[in-house]
C-alpha cells in the first residue's frame, strides 16, 4: 500500500465506522493521526483506535459547518506536529424520503453536511499546503450512490455525486502545487449504521437480496475502505489525482437481474465496529 511515516493525517468526521478504520490503517503505516467529529465521544474513540494501533493522534469535536472550525483544526495539527501532508474528509448524512415529501431545508441539510463540509476540509488543507509549498494529499468519500439512482434517497445520491465532479476539479485546479484529490465510492460496507438501518428505517432493506445483488458475494468491511484510503494518502498513488475509485464489490459493473449471481459467498469475518452515522 505505501508507508505514511512522519507524515501527518487529519480526518474531518472520522467518528464513524470507516473513520475509525481509515484512522487506525493510518497509524499502522506510521502516521500521526487527528480526528475530529461533530460528536467529542466518537472522535475519542477514534482516536483510541489509533493509539491501540501504536500511533500517535488525538481526538476533537470539529463542526464542519462553523466557518473557520477546520482551518483552526488544522492549525492545531500544525502547532503540534509540525506539518500536514493528508486530509480525509468523511462528513456525510442521508434522508430517506420520497422525493415530493423532501423538504428544501431536507435537501439542504444533506447537501451542507456533505458536499460543503468536504469542501471545506478540503481548502483549509490546500490553504496551507500550497503555502508550505509541500503539497499532499486530499480524499473525499463519496458513494456508489453519486453514479446512479436510488429511490427515496434523492439528496444522498446529489451529494455524491457533487463529490465526484468536487474532486476533479480540485485536482485539476491543485495539481500545479503538488496536491492530489481523489475520493472514495463505497457501497455496502459493514458498519454499525448498516447493522442498525433496519431499526432506523424498519423493512426498507431486504438484507439478503441486497447482498445477492454485490458480484463479490457479501457485503465489505471497513478495513477494505481503508486500505484504499491509504494507498491514496501514499506515494503508491503519486500519479493518480481527480479519480472516485469505488469499493464496492463490483456492485458499479453489475446491470444483471437481482438474483442471479451466487450464493452469498464466505468472506472476511464479523467485525464491530463503533457506532457511526448513517452510510459511514
Known amino acids: 500500500m505505501g508507508s505514511l511515516e512522519g507524515r501527518v493525517a487529519v480526518l474531518v468526521g472520522g467518528g464513524g465506522g470507516i473513520g475509525v478504520a481509515c484512522a487506525a490503517a493510518f497509524a499502522k503505516q506510521g502516521a500521526k493521526v487527528v480526528v475530529a467529529d461533530i460528536d467529542q465521544r466518537l472522535a475519542d474513540d477514534a482516536a483510541g483506535a489509533v493509539v491501540q494501533a501504536g500511533g500517535e493522534g488525538f481526538g476533537v469535536r470539529v463542526d464542519a459547518l462553523e466557518e473557520g472550525s477546520i482551518d483552526a483544526l488544522v492549525d492545531d495539527a500544525i502547532r503540534r506536529y509540525g506539518r500536514l501532508d493528508i486530509m ?40 496551507h499546503m500550497i503555502s508550505a509549498g509541500s503539497g499532499g494529499s486530499v480524499i473525499n468519500m463519496s458513494s456508489i450512490g453519486g453514479h446512479g439512482g436510488m429511490p427515496k434517497r434523492a439528496a444522498y445520491t446529489a451529494s455524491a455525486a457533487a463529490i465526484v465532479n468536487l474532486t476533479r476539479t480540485l485536482a485539476v485546479e491543485w495539481a500545479e502545487h503538488g496536491i492530489r484529490v481523489n475520493a472514495i465510492a463505497p457501497s455496502w460496507i459493514l458498519t454499525d449504521a448498516l447493522r442498525n438501518y433496519d431499526k432506523q428505517y424498519p423493512g426498507v432493506l431486504d438484507f439478503d437480496a441486497l447482498q445477492a445483488r454485490i458480484p463479490a458475494g457479501r457485503f465489505g468491511l471497513p478495513e477494505e475502505v481503508a486500505d484504499v484510503a491509504v494507498f491514496l494518502a ?47
Not at 453536511?113 to 469542501?119: G, I, L
Open 234 to 280: 501514499s506515494d503508491a498513488s503519486r500519479f493518480v489525482t481527480g479519480v472516485t475509485l469505488p469499493v464496492d464489490g463490483g456492485v458499479l459493473s453489475y446491470v444483471g437481474p437481482a438474483r442471479s449471481l451466487s450464493q452469498p459467498q464466505a468472506g472476511p469475518p464479523d467485525k464491530s465496529e463503533p457506532l457511526g452515522r448513517t452510510d459511514r
Open 88 to 127: 480525509h474528509n468523511l462528513t456525510s448524512t442521508t434522508v430517506l424520503s420520497p422525493s415530493v415529501d423532501l423538504t428544501t431545508e431536507q435537501f439542504e441539510r444533506v447537501l451542507r453536511t456533505t458536499v460543503v463540509a468536504q469542501f471545506a476540509g478540503a481548502r483549509a488543507a490546500a490553504r
